[in-house]
């Protein structure tokens, strides 16, 4: 996938996102989280600029039809930081969570969360990407 195709690929996973619904993106620097994390909150209708929250590790947007708590978790150092965050409490709400570098908190993450591996792939392009999804379908 591309840029574009991977927006497009996000954006459909967020017209169709539930409450509840917990996505968990992994992948190295420049793999394309960023982008599929804009996607996906464009699907959920999302009108504010969606940019990685590396600073705050938690940006919440609500003017889509559903609540999006994104988190970038890039700069955690221990699973344990998450409880200042409140990612209990929005995992467990009435929006959609969708976690960048989840892999750092793995043992936090719920079992229903789909976890999207992200690689780039320079052997087809320099900006191609692939994606390999894993849901439990719970």
Not at 41 to 60: D, H, R, W, Y
Not at 91 to 100: A, D, M, N, P, W
Not at 119 to 131: A, G, N, Q, S, T
Request: aromatic share 10%; net charge negative.
């Amino acid at each position: 996938m591309n840029e574009k195709t991977t927006f497009e690929y996000a954006r459909a996973m967020g017209e169709k996102a539930k409450p509840g619904d917990i996505i968990a993106l992994t992948g190295e620097m420049g793999a394309g989280k960023t982008v599929f994390a804009k996607g996906f909150a464009k699907g959920l209708g999302v009108k504010e600029t969606v940019n990685s929250p590396t600073f705050t590790l938690v940006q919440i947007y609500d003017d889509g039809r559903l609540p999006l708590y994104h988190f970038d978790v890039y700069r955690i150092e221990d699973p344990s930081e998450m409880e200042e965050t409140g990612f209990d409490d929005d995992i467990e709400g009435s929006g959609v969570t969708l976690v960048e570098w989840a892999d750092r908190i793995r043992d936090l993450m719920p079992e229903s969360t789909v976890w999207i591996r992200m690689f780039k792939d320079p052997e087809v392009d320099d900006d191609y990407r692939r994606l390999e999804i894993e849901d439990t379908g719970n």
